[in-house]
Nanobody, 120 residues
Framework: QVQLRESGGGLVQPGGSLRLSCAASGNIYSNFVMGWYRQAPGKQRELVATITSGGTTNYADFVKDRFTISRDNAKSTAYLGMNSLKPEDTAVYYC??????????????WGQGTQVIVSS
C-alpha cells in the first residue's frame, strides 16, 4: 500500500520562500504521476502542479514562474519549491500520486496535507 507524507509547511512572510517535500513509501508504480494540490478555507481543492515519472511538468496559471515541482526517484520524494509567496497562497497543500497497474487500473493516493500560511 502506498503512503505519502508531506512536510515543510509553515508560516512565511509575503515574498518569502518555502520548499515542501512529499515522501512516498510502499509499492510505487513505475509510471506514477505526482501532483500538488491546495485547498484554502471555503474554497475547492485545486491543482497546483504535476510531474510525470519522466520529468514532464504542468503548472496552474496562478503559480507559473513562482513555483517549481521536482522529484528524486532514488529517494521516492517529490518537492514543491515556492518563491515570491503571496497571502493568497495560504492553504493546506496536499501531495497526490496516481498510477496504473498492469491491468490498466488507476490508483490514487493522498497525503495528510501540510499548512502554508503567508502573512505578516
Amino acid at each position: 500500500q502506498v503512503q505519502l507524507r508531506e512536510s515543510g509547511g509553515g508560516l512565511v512572510q509575503p515574498g518569502g520562500s518555502l520548499r515542501l517535500s512529499c515522501a512516498a513509501s510502499g509499492n510505487i508504480y513505475s509510471n506514477f504521476v505526482m501532483g500538488w494540490y491546495r485547498q484554502a478555507p471555503g474554497k475547492q481543492r485545486e491543482l497546483v502542479a504535476t510531474i510525470t515519472s519522466g520529468g514532464t511538468t504542468n503548472y496552474a496559471d496562478f503559480v507559473k514562474d513562482r513555483f517549481t515541482i521536482s522529484r528524486d526517484n532514488a529517494k521516492s520524494t517529490a518537492y514543491l519549491g515556492m518563491n515570491s509567496l503571496k497571502p493568497e497562497d495560504t492553504a493546506v497543500y496536499y501531495c497526490n500520486a496516481i498510477g496504473y497497474n498492469d491491468y490498466g487500473h488507476r490508483h490514487e493516493y493522498w497525503g495528510q496535507g501540510t499548512q502554508v500560511i503567508v502573512s505578516s
